[in-house]
C-alpha cells in the first residue's frame, strides 16, 4: 500500500506466535478492543477504503461489520480468507455465515479464491465456464462485484470480474517465481489502493495485475516467511 502512494491504518484482529516454520499459537483481540479500534481509525483520519482480510471468529465479523454501518463505510474490499488453494478450511462454520450475512452485502468488491468462490456458489469450479457460473451466483446473491482469482489450475493467472451482469477476464503473466504465496492479499490490497485515490473498479483491478506482475517478474517475495503472516494485520483502511 505504501509502495502504491496511500497511508494504510490497521486494526489488528489478531496476534501469532509464529516463525518460518508455522504457527504455533493464535491470541484474537476481544471484539471490544477492535471496536475501540475502529473508532479510533474513522473518527480521526477517516478511510477512503477498506480492505478486510482473514477475521477468525463471528464476534469479530459483527463488530467489523456493525462499524462500517455506523461509519457509513465504502468502497469497502473483503479477501474472504476462508479456504486455502489446497482445500483446507480457515474458519468455522458460524464465522462463515456471520461473514456472508453481515459483511459481504457491505462490500462493493469480494475476491474469493477458486475453492472459496466454489464454497460460496456451491458450484464444482472445473473450467472457465465454472468460474463464470459461480461469480454470478455469489454477485447476485450479495449484490456485490466478484472477482474470483482463477489461478493456474484454471486459466495460468488470469481472473474472472463479474458485475452488472456482465464479466471480464483480467488476463495475467505466468511468471517463473516460486515466491508466490500471499499474491492473493497483494492484489486486493494493491486494488483497494487504486480505490482510494479514486480510480474507478476495473481500473483499479488492472493496476493491482499489473502491479502483480511486476513484483513477481523482478523476483520479489511477496509472502516472506510463512503465509500466516500476510494476515496479521487484517483490517486495512486507507487514506489517499
Not at 508455522?22 to 474513522?42: C, H, N, R, Y
Not at 475476491?111 to 454477485?139: F, G, H, Y
Not at 503473466?173 to 508466490?180: A, F, G, Q, W
Request: charged share 20%; net charge negative; proline share 4%.
Amino acid at each position: 500500500m505504501t509502495a502504491l502512494g496511500v497511508y494504510a491504518m490497521s486494526a489488528i484482529t489478531a496476534l501469532t506466535a509464529q516463525n518460518t516454520t508455522g504457527i504455533t499459537d493464535i491470541m484474537e483481540v476481544p471484539p471490544e478492543f477492535l471496536a475501540k479500534q475502529l473508532d479510533s481509525i474513522f473518527t480521526d483520519i477517516y478511510p477512503d477504503a477498506v480492505k478486510i482480510g482473514m477475521v477468525s471468529s463471528a464476534g469479530l465479523i459483527e463488530t467489523i461489520a456493525e462499524k462500517l454501518h455506523f461509519y457509513q463505510a465504502t468502497n469497502i474490499v473483503v479477501d474472504p480468507v476462508m479456504v486455502s488453494t489446497s482445500g483446507t478450511k480457515l474458519l468455522q462454520d458460524e464465522a462463515v455465515e456471520i461473514l456472508k450475512k453481515r459483511l459481504f452485502p457491505q462490500a462493493l468488491l469480494l475476491t474469493p479464491n477458486i475453492p472459496e468462490a466454489s464454497l460460496l456458489a456451491q458450484v464444482a469450479i472445473e473450467k472457465e465456464t465454472d468460474l463464470i457460473k459461480a461469480a454470478e451466483i455469489i454477485s447476485k446473491q450479495y449484490g456485490c462485484a466478484v472477482l474470483c482469482k482463477g489461478g493456474h489450475s484454471i486459466n495460468q493467472a488470469n481472473d474472472l470480474l463479474y458485475w452488472e451482469h456482465k464479466y471480464r477476464w483480467f488476463a495475467g503473466e505466468r511468471i517463473n517465481n516460486p515466491n508466490t504465496h500471499g499474491t492473493g492479499c497483494t492484489l486486493s490490497s494493491a486494488i483497494v489502493s487504486g480505490l482510494a485515490k479514486g480510480m474507478d473498479l476495473e481500473a483499479a483491478i488492472q493496476a493491482a495485475k499489473d502491479y502483480i506482475s511486476g513484483a513477481l517478474r523482478a523476483m520479489l517475495n511477496l509472502g516472506k516467511g510463512s503465509g500466516p503472516l500476510n494476515h496479521t494485520w487484517n483490517l486495512h483502511q486507507i487514506r489517499q
